[in-house]
């Protein structure tokens, strides 16, 4: 069966987190993903974080299936001749690297445009042109930067940064679908354009709600929803809202059977107005159904801490995929705190592909996690991710170069 990206070329340079996510998908929808990495060491990532001596990473192997690899100096003459064969013979140059550094390798947008005026550049920047748009951006970098860290935690805690990588992860997803929109508007006009996802704005497309707050909170100094209601205090900015759902079903984590010597046996729990009545019934308080006190949405808002604390004496009696069984069966929306173990362990995410095992020559083999994306029509085969270097010879004899070409290239250090 054929891919939805097959016979897109992309010209990969991107390292670390942020882009190598972004090829990754592309490759997993079909596209000729060719990473050009520095030789000798190759993306950072290789060597970071390392489980096994002298084996790629888990960082790097998690973020570069389906790959190949070739090893270009692109500070050397000769290495940048070769470079401008691939940028002709690629439709996508992707790269996150620090800002200017792709112009000091002396290819500028005009230049590429010049050797491919159909080739789409993507990139992906800390932050957008203004005061910062030199600097260097890493994950907590952007969380802080995007408004994720100040709106994240608990009232009397300082800001905290999430363990989804939203800055990264997140941005390389917004990137992937600005390649394919730019693919696709090429169609129609020919040319290609460049992309640019900023770290900063990719967090803060994905705190929109907290923006939203603010003017809530601007208007009428009072959000209802929020722990700090009614006893705290709300200052000009939006708080750290602990557990609370982000929308307008009240919700909390519950601890469940086991918490004391389990950090991970709890539940989250979300008062959906319309079963409010069957969550009455499941936890014993029948009477709260019919109560004005309590009986609708916005007579809950103010005593929501004794109601969570009323259900959690319930959900304290039962495991969390036993409580899981039976608000299911009732349709009250819930979810169990899963350990990255017990994902692990999960058969069902096996099933889907959502988590791989993967063999690789020199590791052995490990887990990773699939395409998130399913396509009917383009499913996705993992692959591992390649040695570094392991396609040099390979790529360049796709692009025209001889065999003895390519020694002299590698004589040269070119390559
Ligand atoms: N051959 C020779 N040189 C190469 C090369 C190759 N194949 N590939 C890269 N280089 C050079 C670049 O030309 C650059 O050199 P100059 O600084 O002399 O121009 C240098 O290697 C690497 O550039 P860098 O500044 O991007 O790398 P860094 O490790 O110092 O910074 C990072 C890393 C991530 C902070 C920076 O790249 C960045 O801010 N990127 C944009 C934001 C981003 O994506 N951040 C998320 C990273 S994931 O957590």
């Given at each position: 069966?054929g891919?939805a990206?097959?016979?897109?070329?992309?010209l990969?340079f991107?390292?670390?987190?942020s882009?190598?996510?972004c090829?990754?998908?592309?490759a997993?929808?079909?596209?000729?993903?060719i990473?050009?990495?520095?030789?000798?060491?190759?993306?950072?990532?290789?060597?970071?974080l390392r489980?096994?001596?002298?084996?790629?990473?888990?960082?790097?192997?998690m973020?570069?299936h389906?790959?190949?690899?070739?090893?270009?100096d692109?500070?050397?003459?000769?290495?940048?001749?070769?470079l401008?064969?691939?940028?002709?013979?690629?439709?996508?140059?992707?790269?996150?690297?620090?800002?200017g550094?792709?112009d000091?390798?002396?290819?500028?947008?005009?230049?590429?445009?010049?050797?491919n005026?159909?080739?789409?550049?993507?990139?992906?920047?800390?932050?957008?042109?203004?005061?910062?748009e030199?600097?260097?951006?890493?994950?907590?970098?952007?969380q802080?930067?995007?408004?994720?860290a100040s709106?994240?935690?608990f009232?009397?805690?300082p800001?905290?940064?999430?363990g989804?990588?939203?800055?990264?992860?997140?941005t390389?997803l917004?990137?992937?679908?600005?390649?394919?929109?730019a693919?696709?508007?090429r169609?129609?006009?020919?040319?290609?354009?460049?992309?640019?996802?900023?770290?900063?704005d990719g967090?803060l497309?994905?705190?929109?709600?907290?923006?939203?707050?603010?003017?809530?909170?601007?208007?009428?100094?009072?959000m209802k929803?929020?722990?700090q209601?009614?006893?705290?205090?709300f200052?000009?900015?939006?708080?750290?809202?602990?557990?609370?759902?982000g929308?307008?079903?009240?919700?909390?984590?519950?601890?469940?059977k086991?918490?004391e010597?389990d950090?991970?046996?709890?539940?989250?729990?979300?008062?959906?107005?319309p079963?409010?009545a069957?969550?009455?019934?499941?936890?014993g308080?029948?009477?709260?159904?019919?109560?004005?006190?309590?009986?609708?949405?916005?007579?809950?808002?103010?005593?929501?801490?004794e109601?969570?604390?009323?259900i959690?004496?319930?959900t304290?009696?039962?495991t969390?995929f036993?409580?899981?069984?039976?608000l299911?069966?009732?349709?009250?929306p819930?979810?169990?705190?899963?350990?990255?173990?017990?994902?692990a362990?999960d058969?069902?995410?096996?099933?889907?592909?959502?988590?791989?095992?993967?063999?690789h020559?020199?590791?052995?083999?490990?887990?990773?996690?699939?395409n998130?994306?399913?396509?009917?029509?383009?499913?996705?085969?993992?692959?591992?991710?390649?040695?570094?270097g392991?396609?040099?010879?390979?790529?360049?004899?796709?692009?025209g170069?001889?065999?003895?070409?390519?020694?002299?290239?590698?004589?040269a250090g070119?390559?």
């Amino acid at each position: 069966m054929g891919k939805a990206l097959d016979g897109v070329r992309i010209l990969d340079f991107t390292h670390v987190q942020s882009g190598p996510t972004c090829t990754q998908l592309l490759a997993w929808f079909g596209a000729d993903v060719i990473k050009v990495e520095k030789a000798g060491t190759g993306d950072i990532t290789r060597e970071q974080l390392r489980d096994i001596p002298d084996a790629d990473s888990l960082y790097f192997t998690m973020l570069n299936h389906n790959k190949r690899s070739v090893t270009i100096d692109t500070k050397n003459p000769e290495g940048k001749q070769v470079l401008e064969t691939l940028i002709k013979s690629c439709d996508v140059l992707v790269e996150n690297f620090a800002p200017g550094a792709l112009d000091r390798m002396g290819f500028s947008w005009e230049r590429i445009q010049e050797l491919n005026p159909r080739m789409i550049v993507a990139s992906v920047k800390g932050f957008g042109p203004g005061p910062y748009e030199d600097c260097k951006v890493y994950e907590n970098v952007a969380q802080c930067a995007g408004g994720a860290a100040s709106t994240t935690g608990f009232d009397d805690g300082p800001p905290v940064v999430s363990g989804a990588q939203i800055g990264d992860s997140g941005t390389g997803l917004h990137l992937a679908l600005g390649i394919v929109t730019a693919l696709y508007q090429r169609t129609m006009t020919g040319r290609g354009q460049k992309v640019l996802a900023a770290m900063q704005d990719g967090v803060l497309n994905l705190c929109r709600v907290k923006l939203r707050d603010q003017q809530r909170l601007e208007r009428t100094g009072v959000m209802k929803e929020y722990p700090q209601y009614p006893n705290g205090t709300f200052g000009e900015a939006v708080p750290r809202a602990g557990n609370a759902s982000g929308g307008g079903q009240p919700g909390w984590i519950l601890k469940c059977k086991g918490w004391e010597a389990d950090p991970n046996a709890y539940i989250y729990f979300i008062t959906q107005a319309p079963v409010w009545a069957k969550i009455c019934n499941v936890i014993g308080k029948e009477e709260w159904a019919t109560d004005p006190d309590y009986a609708t949405a916005t007579a809950r808002l103010p005593r929501l801490k004794e109601i969570f604390a009323e259900i959690e004496r319930w959900t304290m009696t039962k495991t969390k995929f036993e409580a899981m069984d039976i608000l299911n069966k009732y349709d009250i929306p819930c979810g169990p705190i899963l350990s990255m173990k017990e994902i692990a362990e999960d058969q069902s995410l096996r099933k889907t592909g959502t988590i791989v095992e993967v063999d690789h020559p020199v590791r052995g083999k490990y887990l990773t996690v699939g395409n998130p994306i399913k396509l009917s029509d383009s499913p996705t085969d993992v692959t591992r991710s390649p040695l570094l270097g392991e396609h040099t010879d390979e790529v360049l004899a796709e692009i025209g170069y001889s065999p003895e070409q390519i020694d002299l290239l590698r004589t040269a250090g070119a390559i």
